[in-house]
């Protein structure tokens, strides 16, 4: 059974930092793209964050380029957010997502796994 599970997400003042990770299981196949997607309420879910592990590649919102880091443990089963200088427009439900395919970082649908998501709230 294949799992995604978020943590780390919390409430925190503008310009501060947060570590979100997404420990995964079950796979039944290696993970191509492993990516961070957010959804603000009232938004569209949005891409954040993309690591194609196998090119070592790594893709950004321009939102967040600069301020936000995507990484993966050592056992390749933990996905990690790091999020420094928060603003406030980064509120939102986040969710780490992942597929067996090339996907790209702007269209969401067509990751197959997806966690449950966990809430980032950044006030000012």
């Known amino acids: 059974q294949v799992q995604l599970v978020e943590s780390g997400g919390d409430s925190v003042q503008a310009g501060g930092s947060l570590r979100l990770s997404c420990a995964t299981s079950?796979?039944?196949?290696?993970?191509?793209?492993m990516a961070w997607f957010r959804q603000a309420p009232g938004k569209e879910r949005e891409g954040v964050a993309a690591?194609?592990?196998?090119?070592?590649?790594?893709r950004y919102a321009d939102s967040v380029r600069g301020r936000f880091t995507v990484s993966q443990n050592n056992a390749k089963n933990t996905l990690y957010l790091q999020m420094d200088n928060l603003k406030p427009e980064d509120t939102a439900v986040y969710y780490c997502?992942?597929?067996?395919?090339?996907?790209?970082?702007?269209?969401?649908?067509?990751?197959?796994?997806w966690g449950q998501g966990t809430q980032v709230t950044v006030s000012s």
């Open positions: 997502a992942a597929d067996r395919l090339f996907r790209p970082l702007a269209n969401p649908a067509l990751y197959t796994y």
């Open positions: 690591l194609y592990e196998a090119t070592s590649t790594t």
């Open positions: 079950g796979f039944p196949h290696t993970m191509f793209s």
